[in-house]
């Protein structure tokens, strides 16, 4: 496990961080986690979850503009930005999803919403075949099923492989300039401004949180979560960036035809980083969804 210095410190790195003011730390579980919120606390709850390698600065855009239809809770992920990191034998997606659980329990809450982008989405599906039970789910460019051919077996081996490797956080932080920030960034199919590489770029500079996101792809069992996604019940819009070339936008539309109660929204020209790139656009998209949920089931189901 990294050591408490190869953290991203929140007197440092957190000092201009995204919407610092709807910060605050809560003690769930065995963890102290760097939680966001942000609207009026008699509104309807959306969860947001951030995908592998990210931070709450993932929704710096998105969620304020959710915050005028919802009560918006964004929590850092264990072992993701400032939040503490859970014990290797925990961080499986099952892991993960039990220590999302710990978290709302200890705020008290039940969404009405869960928004989850990328292996943030594979969280929520968890959580909800495990009973959770809002209104509407969000796969936000959602990785819920494994990837092709060899890529399912060789991927996971290899991460598990740097994550056990104790220099490896420490040579990508090393090497995590600004031009090296760029093209991993564009290589999703999204392209972001100075201020958002500039913050991915100080999370990678820092060993524990790369070191959270190699723990998190190395656990990480896409198969098991497949085999399961059948019986997904709650009703779920997967939405999808045309030009994602993380995941391919086609798997959604696979993806819909096994689920119960699924439809597609493929939204052109944005990447894997959509709702960084454009979060108006992906407001509207998600806002619309959970309005139209709302007028065929009037009451929640939590």
Not at 172 to 199: C, H, K, N, Q, Y
């Amino acid at each position: 496990m990294p050591a408490p210095s190869d953290r991203p410190q929140w007197e440092r790195d957190g000092a201009d961080w995204p919407n610092r003011a709807a910060s605050r730390f809560v003690r769930a579980g065995d963890l102290t986690w760097h939680v966001q919120e942000f609207g009026a606390p008699e509104a309807p709850v959306v969860l947001l979850l951030h995908g592998t390698g990210a931070a709450t600065h993932s929704w710096a855009g998105l969620a304020p503009l959710l915050a005028e239809h919802f009560r918006v809770v964004a929590p850092d992920l264990p072992g993701h930005g400032f939040t503490d990191p859970l014990p290797a034998g925990r961080l499986s997606l099952p892991g993960m999803a039990g220590a999302i659980r710990d978290l709302l329990r200890t705020l008290d809450l039940s969404p009405d919403l869960v928004v989850g982008h990328s292996a943030g989405a594979a969280i929520l599906v968890r959580l909800c075949l495990d009973g959770l039970a809002p209104r509407l789910l969000v796969a936000l460019n959602g990785a819920l099923t494994p990837f092709p051919g060899l890529a399912s077996v060789l991927f996971p081996g290899l991460a598990r492989m740097l994550f056990l490797n104790p220099v490896t956080p420490r040579i990508f932080a090393w090497t995590a300039d600004r031009p090296a920030v760029e093209r991993l960034i564009r290589g999703t199919g999204s392209r972001l401004d100075t201020r958002g590489l500039e913050l991915y770029r100080r999370l990678f500079r820092c060993p524990g949180h790369v070191a959270g996101a190699l723990g998190m792809m190395a656990n990480w069992n896409l198969a098991a979560l497949d085999r399961e996604i059948g019986r997904l019940a709650v009703p779920t819009l997967l939405l999808v960036g045309g030009d994602d070339r993380a995941i391919a936008p086609e798997t959604a539309f696979a993806l819909k035809d096994r689920l119960p109660d699924a439809r597609v929204r493929l939204i052109r020209n944005l990447g894997h980083l959509a709702h960084e790139e454009a979060p108006a656009r992906v407001a509207d998209e998600i806002v619309a969804a959970y309005r139209e949920q709302v007028a065929v089931q009037p009451s929640a189901g939590t």
